[in-house]
């Protein structure tokens, strides 16, 4: 069992920044995948960002550039950097663990609201 906790999220006028984490309750240098995604209203849940193992990245079109995903193994902490703020981007955010075991487990934390005023 993997326990994710975000936190970081709050308001922001258009062009801010915000620094999303989550905080994992085990050591994310077993974990297979992070990822960061959104939901906002009325809209399905759509990925952000991940990042693997190896550290490689993926980005989703509307955020590269602007979005930085990061893992840190010593504080089994993933962070999301977003500059540029814009309005769309307003969400609820949520981490996302994926395990291989070799079935496959994912894990959710409890989303944390970005508002980004224009």
């Known amino acids: 069992q993997v326990q994710l906790v975000e936190s970081g999220g709050g308001l922001v006028q258009a062009g801010g920044s915000l620094r999303l984490s989550c905080a994992a309750s085990?050591?994310?240098?077993?974990?297979?995948?992070m990822g960061w995604y959104r939901q906002a209203p009325g809209k399905q849940r759509e990925l952000v960002a991940q990042?693997?193992?190896?550290?490689?990245?993926n980005y989703a079109d509307s955020v590269r550039g602007r979005f930085t995903i990061s893992r840190d193994n010593a504080k089994n902490t993933v962070n999301l950097q977003m500059n540029s703020l814009k309005p769309e981007d307003t969400a609820v955010y949520y981490c996302?663990?994926?395990?291989?075991?070799?079935?496959?487990?994912?894990?959710w934390g409890q989303g944390t609201q970005v508002t980004v005023s224009s």
């Open positions: 990042v693997f193992r190896g550290d490689s990245t």
């Open positions: 996302n663990a994926v395990l291989y075991r070799p079935q496959l487990y994912e894990y």
């Open positions: 085990v050591s994310i240098f077993s974990i297979n995948a």
